[in-house]
């Protein structure tokens, strides 16, 4: 499964656009503080989780590419910050498995985070969708918060 970015954030309400004019401070930060938590020593972590909550019996989950970026919800105009985090893992059935989550979150806080694209045999439930949003909204996204404030 891949959705382009664009029709994820439409599924929650947000036409988003590139941003064309310089970020503010608050962006900037925040695309700091995402960088500095997914491609530090969080990263490898983070990618452990999102393999686990998708698909548990899959193993040897390393970090791929990481791209932190902001876009304008066309709505309202506040800017938000996305983030697309790769997954690589070993299916429990054997072979080597891509898994891509998108996490979105803005000045008022989390928005959203997906699986985004998959090319496991076997999808990951609705269920484990719904608790790989819980994890980004109550760990992830507080630990951006403190590495902001640093």
């Known amino acids: 499964m891949r959705r382009s970015l664009s ?12 941003v064309q004019s310089s970020a503010d401070d ?3 930060r925040a695309e700091a503080a995402a960088n500095k938590l997914l491609h ?25 590419a ?5 876009e304008k919800d066309k709505i ?9 985090i790769v997954v690589y893992w070993h299916g429990a059935l054997g072979g080597r498995h891509t ?9 008022k806080g989390h928005l959203i985070a997906s699986m985004w694209a ?12 719904a608790r790989l949003d819980v994890y980004f909204r109550t760990q992830i996204y507080p630990r951006l918060l403190a ?3 640093n």
């Open 118 to 129: 998959d090319d496991a045999p076997i999808p990951a439930s609705k269920d484990s969708s």
């Open 99 to 107: 898994t891509t989550a998108l996490w979105a979150f803005g000045k």
């Open 26 to 28: 608050w962006t900037s």
């Open 40 to 64: 530090g020593p969080d990263g490898p972590v983070i990618a452990t989780s999102i393999q686990r909550i998708l698909h548990p019996t899959g193993s040897d989950p390393t970090l791929g």
């Open 7 to 18: 029709a994820t954030l439409v599924l929650v309400g947000l036409l988003a656009a590139p």
């Open 76 to 84: 309202d105009g506040t800017i938000n910050v996305n983030a697309t």
């Open 66 to 70: 990481v791209e932190v970026t902001h």
């Open 147 to 149: 590495k902001m404030q």
